[in-house]
């Protein structure tokens, strides 16, 4: 019992500690799309002061009731919206050219002939696609915030998802670098 209780003083002599563990707790659970508010409430609770900013307190706060996607559902949920933009993707050519573009698109798909050429809006979707499995969501999002306005509407929900989770990221990764800078170690 008397080491416990020295166990416990110990760790109320480090706020600083225990605000970092719990820190890491709330990102490792970020990474899944479950809610996370008890993650985030323990560690407002465990913050010294200054550790939380408010801006970051607030994205936190804003998505910990829900959660957030994975960066795996984000990547299957774009591709499942893939067909549709290709879809709807702006060629660019005439009507004989569109015409002979999906004869060309026919007879490839028997081996008669080579597929046509990927549109540059077909290869800017397909990069990022490649940017999801590469694990690299800013630079999908801003690839996929970049696509033809004619594309935009079929995107909205799922850039809005994305750009939460980049924003919940960001918070958690700021906070821990404060708490990591100099001036936080000095106190």
Same mark, same amino acid.
């Given at each position: 019992?008397?080491?416990?209780?020295?166990?416990?003083?110990?760790?109320?002599?480090?706020?600083?500690?225990?605000?970092?563990?719990?820190?890491?707790?709330?990102?490792?659970?970020?990474?899944?799309?479950?809610?996370?508010?008890?993650?985030?409430?323990?560690?407002?609770?465990?913050?010294?002061?200054?550790?939380?900013?408010?801006?970051?307190?607030?994205?936190?706060?804003?998505?910990?009731?829900?959660?957030?996607?994975?960066?795996?559902?984000?990547?299957?949920?774009?591709?499942?919206?893939?067909?549709?933009?290709?879809?709807?993707?702006?060629?660019?050519?005439?009507?004989?050219?569109?015409?002979?573009? @999906?004869?060309?698109?026919? #007879?490839? =798909?028997?081996? /008669?002939?080579?597929?046509? *050429?990927?549109?540059?809006? $077909? +290869? &800017?979707?397909?990069?990022?696609?490649?940017?999801?499995?590469?694990?690299?969501?800013?630079?999908?999002?801003?690839?996929?915030?970049?696509?033809? @306005?004619?594309?935009?509407? #079929?995107? =909205?929900?799922? /850039?809005?998802?994305?750009? *939460?989770?980049?924003?919940? $990221? +960001? &918070?958690?990764?700021?906070?821990?670098?404060?708490?990591?800078?100099?001036?936080?170690?000095?106190?």
């Amino acid at each position: 019992m008397a080491e416990r209780v020295e166990r416990l003083a110990a760790a109320q002599e480090r706020p600083t500690e225990r605000f970092m563990a719990a820190a890491l707790l709330l990102q490792a659970s970020i990474t899944t799309p479950r809610p996370w508010l008890r993650e985030y409430q323990a560690m407002v609770d465990l913050a010294p002061p200054g550790a939380l900013s408010q801006p970051a307190a607030e994205v936190l706060l804003s998505h910990a009731a829900r959660g957030v996607p994975s960066e795996a559902e984000l990547r299957e949920r774009f591709a499942v919206l893939m067909p549709q933009l290709i879809a709807r993707a702006p060629r660019g050519e005439t009507a004989l050219g569109s015409t002979v573009a @999906a004869v060309r698109g026919g #007879l490839a =798909s028997v081996g /008669l002939t080579a597929p046509p *050429a990927p549109t540059d809006q $077909e +290869q &800017a979707i397909a990069g990022v696609a490649q940017q999801l499995r590469r694990g690299n969501l800013a630079a999908a999002v801003s690839d996929a915030a970049s696509l033809d @306005a004619g594309m935009q509407p #079929l995107l =909205s929900g799922w /850039l809005a998802q994305a750009r *939460a989770r980049l924003a919940v $990221e +960001q &918070a958690v990764q700021e906070t821990l670098l404060r708490l990591l800078s100099p001036a936080a170690r000095s106190s």
